[in-house]
């Protein structure tokens, strides 16, 4: 994939998860329904909501630093072992610092 289409690609994600961070700002911020059934739902609700703006927040710093790496010429590049990332890797998730061993060894790491 050529450098510009992988940009417009990283670009538009990042557009499509700060779309979906506003909608979760604006559903967070609405006033508690006066209902206790109907509040415990809506609790529940935002505890799931904080969950997907954490993880939409984290997956803009990685396209961020995907932009990054392919403005500075080593996207495709595994940050870890330098070895190139696999194609059908970059195809699934574009911002992936990480080849396919290096990102397995990183989530047993964290798991452990």
Do not use: W
């Not at 006066?34 to 415990?40: F, G, H, K, L, N």
């Not at 574009?94 to 290096?102: F, I, L, M, N, V």
């Amino acid at each position: 994939m050529k450098h510009e289409d992988l940009e417009n690609k990283l670009k538009t994600a990042k557009a499509d998860l700060q779309r979906r961070l506003s909608a979760i700002d604006a559903d967070l911020g609405a006033a508690l329904d006066p209902d206790s059934e109907d509040r415990v739902t809506q609790l529940e609700n935002d505890q799931v909501l904080t969950e997907m703006r954490k993880e939409a927040r984290e997956q803009i710093l990685s396209i961020d630093a995907a932009l990054e790496r392919l403005n500075h010429g080593t996207f495709g590049r595994c940050v870890r072992c330098l070895a190139p990332i696999e194609t059908a890797r970059l195809d699934v998730i574009p911002h992936t610092p990480y080849c396919a061993t290096c990102a397995r060894l990183a989530a047993e790491k964290r798991s452990s």
